[in-house]
């Protein structure tokens, strides 16, 4: 079983910055499939960022350029770092896990922009 722990998140002005982390716990815990998603009051949970095994990494046409997502294999955390944000990445963000042919949700962690 593995655990994905959120934290950093909260209100911030439209431009201004955010890291999100998310800590994996767990016997075979790891961080090496990561990816976050968020959810948008009304809308359906929609991929954000990815990160793959081998270190490349993917985003949606709306964060490339302000978002950058890294982890730490040390300390089993993925992050998401977030700049020059806008009103519409107002969310609830959920980090992701696979591990051993599983996918695996953190709880979840609200981030609001205002205008």
């Known amino acids: 079983q593995v655990r994905l722990v959120e934290s950093g998140g909260g209100l911030v002005q439209a431009g201004g910055s955010l890291r999100l982390s998310c800590t994996a716990s767990?016997?075979?815990?790891?961080?090496?499939?990561v990816a976050w998603y968020r959810q948008a009051p009304g809308k359906q949970r929609e991929f954000v960022a990815r990160?793959?095994?081998?270190?490349?990494?993917e985003y949606i046409d709306s964060v490339k350029g302000r978002f950058s997502i890294s982890r730490d294999f040390v300390k089993k955390t993925v992050y998401l770092q977030m700049s020059s944000q806008k009103p519409e990445d107002t969310a609830v963000y959920y980090c992701?896990?696979?591990?051993?042919?599983?996918?695996?949700w953190g709880q979840g962690i609200q981030v609001a922009v205002s205008s």
């Open positions: 990160m793959y095994g081998g270190g490349n990494s």
């Open positions: 992701s896990s696979v591990n051993g042919g599983e996918q695996y």
């Open positions: 767990g016997k075979s815990a790891n961080v090496a499939h």
